[in-house]
């Protein structure tokens, strides 16, 4: 499950180079093509499966897929209540009853004891809900990126070393 801001999107002020800069619905958003690249083969080859978990929501296919390289026709998260997607902002860090981690329960739910990792920068600050439903989910892997950097190869490499170990 992928977020865009802070995750594909980092807020890096421009400035950095080798990464590709684009206007998306008046946002300018700043991603690594290799990181998006190396999403895409695993993608590709069939070894994840990625789904968006972003507040872009159906925009996210829809606008960001083709510029940064990723496959169209991805499976799309929303709010289970039907409202819009919001973010969780520094005003909700922490806050309990997350739509993400519904949206999160409803995919593990699905296939118990699929490995599933999901990468979100908001993953850093948890609630409790969210913490305590993660600790008895051996199965979730969380990747937390930091918000100016954005997904690192490192934390692929993570992502890489954990899929292989199960």
Same mark, same amino acid.
Request: proline share 5%.
């Given at each position: 499950?992928?977020?865009?801001?802070?995750?594909?999107? +980092?807020? =890096?002020?421009?400035?950095?180079?080798?990464?590709?800069?684009?206007?998306?619905?008046?946002?300018?958003?700043?991603?690594?093509?290799?990181?998006?690249?190396?999403?895409?083969?695993?993608?590709?080859?069939?070894?994840?499966?990625?789904?968006?978990?972003?507040?872009?929501?159906?925009?996210?296919?829809?606008?960001?897929?083709?510029?940064?390289?990723?496959?169209?026709?991805?499976?799309?998260?929303?709010?289970?209540?039907?409202?819009?997607?919001?973010?969780?902002?520094?005003?909700?860090?922490?806050?309990?009853?997350?739509?993400?981690?519904?949206?999160?329960?409803?995919?593990?739910?699905?296939?118990?004891?699929?490995?599933?990792?999901?990468? =979100?920068?908001?993953? +850093?600050?948890?609630?409790?809900?969210?913490?305590?439903?993660?600790?008895?989910?051996?199965?979730?892997?969380?990747?937390?990126?930091?918000?100016?950097?954005?997904?690192?190869?490192?934390?692929?490499? =993570?992502?890489?070393?954990?899929?292989?170990?199960?």
């Amino acid at each position: 499950m992928l977020d865009v801001d802070g995750v594909l999107n +980092a807020l =890096d002020g421009g400035g950095v180079a080798g990464r590709e800069r684009g206007v998306f619905r008046g946002y300018t958003l700043s991603w690594d093509p290799t990181v998006t690249r190396r999403l895409a083969d695993w993608h590709a080859s069939g070894r994840i499966e990625l789904q968006w978990l972003t507040t872009w929501v159906h925009h996210a296919d829809e606008l960001l897929a083709d510029p940064m390289g990723l496959p169209r026709g991805l499976r799309v998260h929303e709010r289970a209540d039907g409202e819009g997607p919001t973010g969780f902002t520094t005003s909700l860090a922490g806050a309990p009853n997350w739509w993400k981690l519904v949206a999160a329960q409803a995919v593990v739910a699905e296939q118990p004891g699929r490995r599933t990792v999901w990468i =979100d920068d908001d993953l +850093a600050m948890q609630a409790e809900d969210t913490a305590a439903w993660l600790a008895g989910n051996p199965d979730v892997l969380v990747v937390a990126p930091v918000l100016e950097t954005g997904l690192t190869h490192a934390q692929l490499d =993570d992502v890489e070393a954990w899929l292989s170990a199960g």
